[in-house]
């Protein structure tokens, strides 16, 4: 089979193993906690025919969907978004706004726009693989962000990207009901992580695909706009780069996100969108701008309780069965809880097991390193199963565990 001679970076690009493990829905009688995706249930299904129908029935609108559009994203769509923003503390205008196909689209542009090969990405410990597979094309240096236990000193971050012949280019969390961890970064931790980033003068990547889905608890300020009071109020002065997406909370079918930033980071990655594939689907971006506007609160309080009885069935589920030596987070919000096991215990060879002897699927923690450590952990997403199913699958889970310590 013909092979051609790659770039360097193609040799590094591995599949995902949570997209590798979503084909386990397509088998019969696997329990999976796998996929941390949207249950399909909460799609606003006639919401969406309804708006496509008002376009594609409206012979200029329906010309005007199916063309070509502006690289920036549909003008109506972004003064939404900015609006949004503006609710959560950040001054936007629509000319802070790139449109992108979910934000998935916004990490890996944010990683062409800032990464040259050896320079350093400060990431979490466990953080969200789909960033770093992102980020992992551009061949990055990956060093360790530990923001609630407290970093290390700016000196050492720069010292250590320099012997690597780089600089630290960015930091990136995922500040709300992380994916894998389910956690939470305190305000104490995010004006820390500011404090850092302007040390080390990079930017900061606000990944946000959860902050809605809130079910309990006090809401935390976002990083971008705690960071913009510092700035008195200015946007444009702001390092950090918000990005969120409709995926969560309305559909993820759609594949519309966005990144909120300073119009000269704007105007960078809107050349990179043009490379890319020009602009997101102009009738996709009309529908989620009519969604956006019709529904949105809604959905999103119907996805918040939803999810919240989901979780709490996990978590109940987790404390009649798991043995002693098992711990796991309690998140506020959010789709995951992450579960570490007894030191001797392989994620990986544990889900082999539970695959074959329980039918139940997970993924393993390790994936979420960037060193493949973490190998006694897994995350477990609540979003599809039932409760009845999540009851089910964590006692045949925990059986399975409590024979193997």
Same mark, same amino acid.
């Given at each position: ?48 025919? &309804? ?31 900015? +609006? ?35 320079? #350093? ?31 290390? #000193? ?124 020009? &602009?997101?689907?102009?009738? &996709? ?7 956006? #506007? ?18 709490? +069935? ?14 796991? #987070? ?73 024979? +193997?310590?």
């Amino acid at each position: 089979m013909y092979e051609p001679r790659y770039a360097r970076r193609a040799e590094g690009m591995r599949a995902s193993e949570i997209r590798e493990l979503l084909k386990l829905l397509e088998k019969p009688g696997i329990i999976s906690f796998a996929g941390g995706i949207p249950d399909p249930e909460l799609f606003p299904r006639d919401a969406i025919g &309804n708006a496509y129908h008002r376009i594609l029935a409206d012979r200029a609108l329906s010309g005007q969907a199916l063309q070509y559009s502006v690289s920036e994203g549909y003008q109506p769509l972004r003064i939404w978004i900015a +609006a949004h923003m503006r609710k959560l503390g950040v001054p936007a205008t629509p000319d802070n706004i790139l449109v992108t196909s979910g934000s998935q689209q916004a990490l890996e542009f944010l990683g062409k726009l800032f990464i040259t090969a050896g320079d #350093t990405a400060l990431v979490t410990a466990p953080t969200y693989l789909g960033a770093l597979q992102a980020f992992s094309a551009y061949e990055p240096r990956y060093d360790v962000l530990r923001p609630d236990t407290g970093n290390r #000193t700016p000196s050492s971050y720069r010292e250590a990207a320099a012997v690597n012949g780089g600089s630290v280019k960015f930091a990136y969390v995922v500040p709300d009901f992380a994916n894998p961890t389910g956690e939470t970064l305190s305000a104490e931790a995010r004006s820390g992580l500011i404090a850092l980033a302007e040390d080390l003068d990079c930017p900061i990547i606000e990944d946000t695909a959860y902050v809605d889905l809130r079910f309990e608890g006090e809401s935390v300020p976002a990083i971008q706009a705690l960071d913009v009071a510092r700035h008195g109020g200015d946007l444009n002065a702001s390092r950090v780069i918000y990005c969120g997406t409709f995926s969560k909370t309305l559909t993820p079918g759609l594949r519309i996100g966005w990144a909120c930033a300073a119009e000269p980071v704007i105007r960078r990655l809107t050349l990179i969108k043009q490379a890319s594939d020009l &602009n997101s689907s102009l009738i &996709n971006q009309m529908v989620m701008e009519r969604l956006a #506007t019709e529904t949105y609160d809604s959905q999103v309080a119907k996805a918040a309780k939803h999810y919240r009885a989901r979780r709490d +069935a996990m978590l109940n589920a987790l404390e009649t069965n798991m043995p002693a030596g098992v711990t796991w #987070t309690r998140p506020e919000g959010g789709l995951f809880i992450w579960v570490r096991l007894p030191d001797q215990f392989d994620g990986g060879e544990l889900l082999r097991r539970s695959i074959s002897d329980a039918g139940v699927a997970f993924v393993p923690g390790a994936a979420f390193f960037t060193d493949g450590t973490g190998r006694n952990t897994i995350r477990l997403s609540y979003s599809l199963p039932t409760e009845a199913q999540i009851a089910d699958g964590i006692a045949r889970l925990g059986k399975l565990i409590a024979t +193997a310590i």
